[in-house]
C-alpha cells in the first residue's frame, strides 16, 4: 500500500507500524445502520456521510486531517475532531 508522503510526515511510522495500526482499528469497528439522516451540515456534501456514520454510530469523536470544515457542524453534536497524528498519540498513550 502507498501511503502519502504528507500524513507520513505528521505520524512518522513506518509502513509496518501502519498496517498494524490499521489492522487494529478495523478489528475494533462494528458497521453503522443510518437510521437518521441530518443534511445538510456540512459545506462539503461528501462529508455529510462521515458525520452521519459518527452520529448514527454515537461516536465520541471524527479523526481527519479535515478538522477545520469538520469542527463547526461536529462542535453542535458534541462531537470532538482530532487529526490522525493526535488519535494516534491518544492511542499509544
Not at 14 to 34: K, N, Q, W, Y
Not at 56 to 67: F, Q
Amino acid at each position: 500500500m502507498v501511503y502519502r508522503e504528507e500524513h507520513r510526515a505528521v505520524h512518522g511510522l513506518s509502513d509496518e507500524r501502519i498496517e498494524e495500526f490499521l489492522r487494529g482499528l478495523a478489528a475494533m469497528m462494528t458497521p453503522v445502520r443510518v437510521y437518521c439522516q441530518w443534511r445538510p451540515q456540512m459545506l462539503d456534501a461528501g462529508d455529510e456521510l462521515v458525520l452521519e456514520a459518527a452520529l448514527n454510530g454515537r461516536a465520541d469523536r471524527i479523526v481527519t486531517h479535515n478538522v477545520r470544515d469538520f469542527l463547526p457542524a461536529a462542535s453542535r453534536f458534541q462531537l470532538s475532531v482530532v487529526t490522525p497524528a493526535v488519535f494516534i498519540r491518544e492511542v499509544k498513550g
